[in-house]
């Protein structure tokens, strides 16, 4: 009959039987050394392809390039239009109050008063636009040529709209004044007057106001940059970037400990 030989006992279980222990204690590095190494990996590969990344910023022209991706800027605190839109067209010209700002064609103009504004109105070969106590004067296609305050406005603006080529507004005391050609001057007027009416501002339009209060984005460089040093991941980032360093030393140490004992077990 064949024999049957006993199966071998693994090694670390050769090993806790050897050595009052401290085989066991071996075995339990292991383990954890190789949770710890799996963990760092990932911080390991993280910093290695940022770091070459931003060793070869210039061939890869990380200084030039813009990221503009929407959750990008808010993860930065860059923020778009946060508050109501309130917007008129006028000769396909779109008009537009957001945040405080005055926009015009997706670009802004200048500030106004939120609760007044008024809407906008193509008069002759110009749109008038805004409320309260500042008009703006554009071009049709959304190019400021003027802006008119309280000391040319004969009164707090409520309503803009149109008589014929004449741009006119009505003030909140309700009088109603028509403006020269070059709405340069106002004088009290009345007769039917086709006044502008809030629109839904397009999904494209919005957008538009959204880059125009972001800026041109942030630089692919600053952002490679703190994601290799921790500070993309909020505070909290460079902290486990410390962790990750530690981690890293202590594989290091706790790999050469167990190479040496089993270096002196063999023995």
């Not at 071009?139 to 802006?147: H, S």
């Not at 028509?178 to 839904?200: F, I, L, M, N, Q």
Request: aromatic share 8%.
């Amino acid at each position: 009959m064949p024999m049957c030989v006993p199966p071998r006992p693994g090694r670390e279980h050769a090993m806790a039987e050897r050595g009052n222990g401290n085989g066991a204690r071996l075995y339990t590095l292991r383990r954890w050394h190789g949770r710890i190494g799996a963990v760092a990996a990932l911080f390991v590969l993280l910093l290695s392809v940022t770091g070459l990344a931003l060793n070869h910023a210039e061939t890869l022209d990380l200084y030039r390039k813009q990221v503009r991706a929407g959750w990008i800027m808010d993860w930065y605190g860059i923020r778009g239009v946060e508050g109501p839109v309130s917007a008129a067209e006028a000769r396909g010209l779109w008009v537009a109050l957001a945040d405080g700002h005055v926009f015009a064609a997706g670009r802004r103009i200048g500030d106004a008063d939120g609760t007044a504004f008024a809407g906008a109105a193509a008069a002759g070969d110009v749109v008038v636009a805004g409320g309260g106590d500042r008009l703006f004067v554009l071009t049709p296609a959304g190019e400021l040529v003027e802006t008119l305050g309280e000391t040319v406005l004969p009164g707090t603006v409520a309503r803009i709209g149109v008589a014929g080529q004449r741009a006119v507004i009505e003030t909140v005391s309700g009088r109603t004044f028509a403006a020269d050609e070059a709405v340069t001057s106002w004088r009290e007027a009345g007769g039917p007057v086709v006044w502008s009416e809030p629109a839904e501002l397009p999904a494209e339009e919005r957008k538009a106001l959204d880059d125009a209060l972001r800026g041109e984005g942030l630089p692919l460089y600053r952002i490679v940059l703190d994601i290799h040093a921790g500070r993309f991941f909020t505070r909290a980032g460079p902290f486990a970037m410390d962790l990750a360093a530690l981690a890293l030393i202590a594989l290091s140490a706790s790999g050469l400990w167990t190479w040496l004992r089993q270096k002196r077990f063999r023995r």
